[in-house]
């Protein structure tokens, strides 16, 4: 959730608690932290409105537009957040390390292939002139990602807005893939911060160690 | 209708009024209202070349491009509109309300997805670079959309150009499509101005309040 | 046929032209007539190209880009051209008219839907970032614009690429359309100048009256 | 492999040749040769760092965005290179010879067809805001393509990305995909270096001779 909105619309905020939903945070209004100047008084904003009105801070990010900047790591590792899911380089968890301080965030990677722009998007305003695909054309994607992650053993973490996969025709769609995925079986439905939790269980107990992906600071002078 | 449309194919517009279309205002030159300086001075054409030629001002506005302008509202209502057209903002009609003069105006939502751009448009003078769908396919998104309206009571407007779902391929399969509808029954077709007055009945005989959307002043100085 | 293309490569013109293909001229190196200062001197250099190398001038012209721009109807009918099919008007054969003079260009109107870019382009120099569609899905578009234009009794031509639509897997495609075509019988299949002729001699013996668009001088100062 | 990857993970590298995979140049950074003012200096950079971890230059050049440039031709045959493939003049391989020193590379033609961006890329970086189609749905395009190639007897080069087909959903469909392909029968699966050495035995025992596309040093002041 951006900053702003949870400043302008609380009580929704509310409902979306109240019924069981985690709130992350995603920037302030939306910026894209590689593109702008002062990238961390935004960083600051977001974080602000989220724990005026949370009470604390979010254990996970998203970048908009998954535009995560050189200075992203190091300053959600500062601010306490424990995930972030705006990057695409693995089909599980994995984890990206700061090369100085030898901390590390979690990441719980995303593809636009789960996101819901490229099915459903069209919008002059933002660039986007292009088809818009049925509900089902669309489910032909999100499914066969889901049986490409349920037969290897992998992450599937949809990225999907209100406005566009929450039209009545394609929630529909969205509920008979969850019935495929329910009676598929073998499956676990969780929150990021669950699975954020999970793994970090997992890797407390030695049970399991991520891959890491460390990111250097002459990543900074590229 | 842009007013320039209506001034320079009279005939076209007496036609079209004879066989029982209504005729809503569409801009001057087809302007985007959000982009242009005196798009006021835009607006008052489109309502005189309107006025000019069938003796009323019109009951509903639908932007060119969608581009609804943070002035519309409170010129749409000093111009005696009673419903918009161009925004995406729900499943239903509802209100959008001027928040200093307390007016409102009815907005019967549209969406892309209804459009026949996204479908069947190409043209490179437009930015419009992309495959153009065969009507079943298109057909496929706009027959789920009604299904999801048809199944939750919702509203399903379309919007589409003589020029592309005019063609004769396409518009065999409106006609299949219509046929579909009726088949499945419980629905009304209807003109805009119909839905308008359907809506303004219910709500002046207390049987149906529309959610408000509210258009603040300090909207303007965003 | 571009002009450059007939002054570097004329044996393969010949082999066209031995063949019983028709050629038309489509500019001198694909230029955009509407986009050009000179438009007039390159429309002479593809005269002259085509004159130099087939004895005469060409019957018919096709716009590069389909940029027909508001001098090109006089200047084409000043070079003898007969026909036109760059534009978008009507389903049928029509005529352009020149206000000043009273001549009539013959139109063979096309459409983005039987261009082949749309189904099968991917060129970033183009800007044609875009899927590429599977043959059968670009032939479903293709024959449902034939089954439009067979019910009604319309006029049906594609504009075509050796290197899109001449790609193996493509012309495979275009050789069942062709059989489908023929199984339903009822079609004459035919050059765009026999076309000509034929819409000529029908005009001639008063048997049938085109549609006339007429263009006027104040276009030019539009 | 562009030369910068070879020098970052010369692990991977190894492991690629370990398994039998042909390692080709791909660029140093993905540069555009034909938009860079100093591409040879790049291109330099490239085969420097593909012989420091190779041991000798590279047999193969695929040019990055298949920018080939007019100096292209001239600086491979000057670096030893045997063949490119990055053009598309063809169905099945040619000879690119250099009009001034008569000296020839071989070239085994790819097309967008048979990538897999236009299928599925969606990178608001690249500018690539475009649909992404299900598995089941590029794979009706690269069998059609196949079905062509294999009917008429023609090569079938993908041209594909790890982080794109190499997704497990879409990497189960190429698995499918080539079993359908052995399943077909009278095919050959070869590296690129194999159809190399294949073509230059057929052209030195006189079995067969390419298609010869001559570029002139004109083609440099064009």
Not at 133 to 150: I, L, T
Request: aromatic share 12%.
């Amino acid at each position: 959730m951006p900053g702003w909105v949870i400043e302008k619309y609380p009580a929704q905020i509310d409902l979306l608690a109240r019924h069981g939903h985690e709130i992350g945070l995603h920037g302030y209004l939306h910026e894209r932290s590689n593109e702008i100047r002062d990238e961390l008084y935004w960083l600051g904003r977001g974080l602000d409105s989220y724990k005026a009105h949370l009470g604390k801070g979010p254990r996970g990010w998203r970048a908009p537009s998954f535009a995560f900047s050189k200075h992203s790591l190091r300053a959600l590792l500062d601010a306490g957040v424990e995930y972030d899911s705006s990057l695409m380089g693995d089909d599980i968890p994995y984890a990206l390390r700061d090369a100085d301080s030898n901390r590390s965030l979690l990441e719980l990677p995303i593809d636009w292939t789960l996101h819901d722009f490229p099915h459903y998007a069209h919008n002059r305003d933002l660039g986007y002139r292009m088809p818009i695909s049925a509900p089902q054309r669309a489910m032909e994607v999100f499914r066969s990602e889901f049986d490409g992650a349920w037969e290897f053993g992998a992450s599937w973490i949809s990225v999907w807005h209100p406005a566009l996969s929450g039209r009545l025709a394609r929630f529909k769609a969205v509920l008979e893939l969850v019935d495929y995925m329910r009676d598929k079986g073998g499956v676990w439905f969780a929150r990021l911060d669950q699975i954020c939790d999970h793994v970090q269980r997992l890797i407390a107990d030695g049970r399991w160690t991520p891959r890491v992906e460390t990111l250097l600071r002459s990543a900074e002078s590229r």
